[in-house]
């Protein structure tokens, strides 16, 4: 199935804003909790956030490389898709890792020392800043170059 509708040509655009919410939600989480005398639920919050954000991160990586073969792609924003590529590539491999330290925090210890909940809220800023710049890419191919909106332009025969 390469079309769902006309306003949704593929599953990369459905998708891909929610783990855009659920990560920035996780980090406000655990900046929250850094303000916190007993941060653990608020922990035990930002890492569920964090799991369900990096799988459907994962998942929104799939389906927008699925997507880039049958989507109008104009030749100036090749270097944008390999660039937004490579960038979400980092994404997903970054916050799979913080997710994985997440779990392997709570799992090993009980409640999170101050210094744990300061670690983890440092490496969700972190990734912030990779995933904005790669939101900011893909931002870039749709407003900029018409990726994935544009058809292509016919000439008149």
């Known amino acids: ?3 769902l509708a006309d306003w949704a040509p593929n599953l990369h655009a459905l998708i891909v804003h929610l783990p855009i919410g ?3 939600t996780a980090v406000v989480a655990d900046l929250v909790a850094m303000l916190r005398r007993d941060p653990s639920a608020l ?6 956030l964090y799991l369900v954000g990096t799988v459907t991160l994962v998942t929104a990586y799939l389906t927008g490389r699925n997507a880039a073969p049958v989507v109008f792609t104009p030749g100036m924003a090749q270097s944008v898709v390999v660039q937004h590529w490579d ?3 980092w994404c997903v491999w970054y916050f799979a890792l913080v997710t994985t330290g997440r779990v392997w925090v709570r799992l090993a210890g009980g409640a999170p020392r101050r210094i744990v909940t300061l670690a983890l809220g440092s490496a969700g800023l ?3 800043i990779l995933l904005t710049q790669t939101a900011e890419l893909g931002a870039r ?7 994935g ?8 025969p």
């Open 149 to 156: 909106v544009a058809a292509p332009v016919l000439p008149d």
């Open 43 to 48: 922990v035990t919050v930002s890492t569920g």
């Open 141 to 147: 191919l749709v407003y900029e170059h018409g990726v």
């Open 126 to 128: 972190a990734g912030l």
């Open 1 to 3: 199935m390469t079309e």
């Open 87 to 89: 960038r979400a590539l």
């Open 22 to 24: 659920l990560l920035v």
